[in-house]
């Protein structure tokens, strides 16, 4: 992320991680990278280094369709378990000897994350050096292959009784599907109710002084971006579903998965690629991890796979994944522009990423 939380000042952070991880006086600094999680680096006073990475937890903020009162702390606290279940899957496969896994330390107490104050997750991982890529890289050839031997040998971790919960196993849901939806409706009787109007009164479109739902910098600009691609985004989310179902049953196809294995995620380091960022693990089908994979080697790491586990992959669900993460974007960028009361860094990516993806999206439909 590019803006840090105003809540977290780097003492918090740093107090933070003296305090669960008994680790030394540390000094901490922010780091602008990745996006949907906070990152800091810790070192001593000796150069030991260490990497913070700090989640923001639903609730701290009125959520569209939410009642807060009585569902903030419920949703915090499945996101934490959630985070809590995808980590503990990261140290299953660390602990099963796959060394390119950048897994959690664990606290003092022997867990994995922990609560900050103002509805924050903080883990903490080893230092990595090494350089690493961005999401939209293209993988060479060499590190294609080698890519795709570390999923095949993440798949093969075995899972020990009792790790397959409902919250660390593929569901084929979307997240925050609901409140899409919501949106696109509103937007839709907010449109036909301002055509009605003679398109309104002012401020009836989020601008100040409104008291529609369509507040904040993003609020009148989000609802006509929304009623203007509404029709693609219910299409998508049909074809989603016609994808699912034809995927057939895949219990018996779980595996542990990594969720997000894009070159932004692979540290080249002396000894190898490294695989970090792990709070989307899961309990999927492999083609959970293959369809980014493909998406990164011109469509070479599905057929290598394929060969080396003598099982060839789902084109369905290969074409489920990859819209899924469209429309999980495109669901995440929504509920943060909606909810947003100043334009930011992220917000102003957020917007640039959300109008990109949707012009393509439909100059994709049939």
Same mark, same amino acid.
């Given at each position: 992320?590019?803006?840090?939380?105003?809540?977290?000042?780097?003492?918090?952070?740093?107090?933070?991680?003296?305090?669960?991880?008994?680790?030394?006086?540390?000094?901490?600094?922010?780091?602008?990278?990745?996006?949907?999680?906070?990152?800091?680096?810790?070192?001593?006073?000796?150069?030991?280094?260490?990497?913070?990475?700090?989640?923001?937890?639903?609730?701290?903020?009125?959520?569209?369709?939410?009642?807060?009162?009585?569902?903030?702390?419920?949703?915090?606290? %499945?996101?934490?378990?959630?985070?809590?279940? %995808?980590?503990?899957?990261?140290?299953?496969?660390?602990?099963?000897?796959?060394?390119?896994?950048?897994?959690?330390?664990?606290?003092?107490?022997?867990?994995?994350?922990?609560?900050?104050?103002?509805?924050?997750?903080?883990?903490?991982?080893?230092?990595?050096?090494?350089?690493?890529?961005?999401?939209?890289?293209?993988?060479?050839? %060499?590190?294609?292959?080698?890519?795709?031997?570390?999923?095949?040998?993440?798949?093969?971790?075995?899972?020990?009784?009792?790790?397959?919960?409902?919250?660390?196993?593929?569901?084929?849901?979307?997240?925050?599907?609901?409140?899409?939806?919501?949106?696109?409706?509103?937007?839709?009787?907010?449109?036909?109710?301002?055509?009605?109007?003679?398109?309104?009164?002012?401020?009836?479109?989020?601008?100040?002084?409104?008291?529609?739902?369509?507040?904040?910098?993003?609020?009148?600009?989000?609802?006509?971006?929304?009623?203007?691609?509404?029709?693609?985004?219910?299409?998508?989310?049909?074809?989603?579903?016609?994808?699912?179902?034809?995927?057939?049953?895949?219990?018996?196809?779980?595996?542990?998965?990594?969720?997000?294995?894009?070159?932004?995620?692979?540290?080249?380091?002396?000894?190898?690629?490294?695989?970090?960022?792990?709070?989307?693990?899961?309990?999927?089908?492999?083609?959970?991890?293959?369809?980014?994979?493909?998406?990164?080697?011109?469509?070479?790491?599905?057929?290598?796979?394929?060969?080396?586990?003598?099982?060839?992959?789902?084109?369905?669900?290969?074409?489920?994944?990859?819209?899924?993460?469209?429309?999980?974007?495109?669901?995440?960028?929504?509920?943060?522009?909606?909810?947003?009361?100043?334009?930011?860094?992220?917000?102003?990516?957020?917007?640039?990423?959300?109008?990109?993806?949707?012009?393509?999206?439909?100059?994709?439909?049939?």
């Amino acid at each position: 992320m590019q803006s840090r939380p105003p809540e977290l000042s780097d003492h918090d952070v740093a107090a933070a991680a003296c305090a669960g991880w008994k680790i030394p006086a540390v000094m901490a600094s922010y780091v602008s990278v990745g996006y949907g999680s906070h990152h800091w680096v810790l070192a001593d006073v000796d150069g030991n280094r260490w990497f913070a990475s700090v989640d923001a937890l639903p609730g701290n903020e009125a959520g569209v369709g939410v009642d807060v009162e009585a569902g903030a702390d419920a949703g915090a606290d %499945a996101a934490f378990a959630r985070l809590s279940a %995808a980590l503990r899957l990261a140290v299953t496969a660390r602990d099963a000897g796959r060394g390119f896994v950048v897994a959690p330390l664990r606290t003092s107490d022997g867990e994995l994350v922990r609560r900050l104050t103002g509805g924050y997750a903080l883990a903490l991982y080893p230092f990595v050096a090494g350089g690493s890529g961005d999401f939209h890289d293209e993988l060479s050839p %060499a590190d294609g292959i080698e890519l795709t031997d570390m999923l095949y040998s993440l798949h093969a971790v075995p899972v020990p009784p009792g790790a397959g919960t409902r919250i660390s196993t593929e569901s084929f849901d979307l997240p925050d599907r609901d409140r899409l939806e919501v949106a696109l409706d509103d937007a839709a009787l907010d449109d036909a109710a301002l055509d009605e109007a003679g398109n309104g009164e002012p401020g009836s479109d989020g601008e100040p002084g409104s008291d529609g739902p369509w507040r904040g910098p993003y609020g009148g600009p989000l609802r006509r971006l929304l009623a203007r691609h509404a029709g693609d985004i219910h299409r998508a989310l049909q074809r989603h579903d016609e994808l699912v179902a034809a995927s057939g049953q895949q219990s018996h196809r779980m595996v542990l998965t990594h969720g997000e294995p894009h070159p932004g995620n692979l540290i080249r380091t002396s000894s190898g690629l490294a695989l970090i960022d792990w709070d989307t693990a899961l309990l999927a089908p492999p083609e959970r991890d293959l369809w980014l994979a493909d998406a990164r080697t011109g469509g070479q790491a599905s057929r290598r796979y394929a060969v080396r586990t003598g099982r060839p992959l789902q084109a369905e669900l290969l074409a489920r994944y990859q819209l899924a993460w469209v429309l999980t974007d495109i669901a995440e960028f929504v509920a943060l522009l909606r909810n947003a009361a100043e334009e930011t860094a992220d917000t102003s990516w957020s917007w640039d990423a959300l109008c990109r993806i949707l012009d393509e999206l439909e100059s994709s439909a049939p």
